[in-house]
């Protein structure tokens, strides 16, 4: 069974541009999640889709923005990149999180990342 | 979100069980404990998670204390494959909810 697939492997922008990332979930989940990992910041939590709307963001600002297809890819879009927006991206997905579903129903896998630089 | 703490790195010989602590101390009774790993500048790896029963899968085995405030997560023979930064991550099973990863502990395994 494939995993997370994540594209382009590598990406430089310079400052003012706008990034396009892709990522195609494991087959049959509905639930795309979009983590940021900068040097010396850790991993942090960006945007959650699922069934195509956008369910949580994390704190980050609205040039962050994204989408997710009827067929459960999933689009990040940071507009006017800054130079701090250099960074792995990283697209995890799950099985739609409900209440009551059985533990590690919505286990997030993770993909390999996409690794952005701003010059 | 509780927090974890974990110690930032240890060392382990190669074919040794490997121990990682984690502390949980302000869990609550709904929040599962998650380890994932993740190998330079690779995705994060899901290994294993628990709620208060310890359980054991093909990777590793999980340890919960019977009051649920802390946890370690045991790789049985470490290889050098096993180097990696170990997240020790708890999180109600809510809709939801994000991943918050903390620091991390760096696993190193020699030969």
């Known amino acids: 069974e494939a995993g997370v697939t994540q594209s382009p492997t590598h990406l430089i922008k310079t400052r003012g541009q706008q990034a396009t990332l892709r990522c195609s979930p494991i087959?049959?989940?509905?639930?795309v999640y979009w983590y940021q990992q900068a040097l010396g910041l850790g991993l942090q939590f960006l945007l959650w889709y699922d069934e195509g709307e956008e369910r949580n963001r994390g704190n980050f600002p609205p040039r962050f923005s994204g989408r997710q297809f009827p067929n459960y890819s999933s689009e990040l879009n940071v507009n006017a990149l800054e130079l701090e927006d250099s960074a792995l991206y990283l697209c995890?997905?799950?099985?739609?999180?409900?209440?009551?579903?059985?533990?590690?129903?919505?286990?997030?896998?993770f993909g390999p990342g996409t690794r952005l630089t701003v010059l | 979100d509780a927090k974890t703490t974990q110690p930032p790195s240890m060392d382990c010989a190669e074919g040794r069980a490997a121990n990682l602590p984690c502390n949980h101390s302000?869990?609550?009774?709904?929040?599962?404990v998650y380890w994932y790993r993740q190998i330079h500048s690779q995705g994060p790896q899901y290994i294993i998670h628990?709620?208060?029963n310890n359980e054991t899968n093909e990777m590793a085995s999980l340890i919960i204390t019977e009051d649920r405030k802390s946890s370690t997560l045991i790789l049985p023979h470490a290889t050098l494959r096993d180097t990696a930064v170990y997240y020790c991550?708890?999180?109600?099973?809510?809709?939801?909810?994000?991943?918050?990863f903390g620091a991390g502990t760096i696993l190193r395994v020699k030969s």
């Open positions: 087959s049959g989940h509905t639930s």
């Open positions: 628990g709620l208060k």
């Open positions: 995890a997905s799950s099985l739609e999180p409900t209440f009551g579903s059985p533990p590690g129903t919505d286990t997030q896998y």
């Open positions: 302000t869990i609550s009774g709904n929040e599962y």
């Open positions: 991550i708890v999180r109600a099973m809510e809709y939801g909810n994000k991943l918050v």
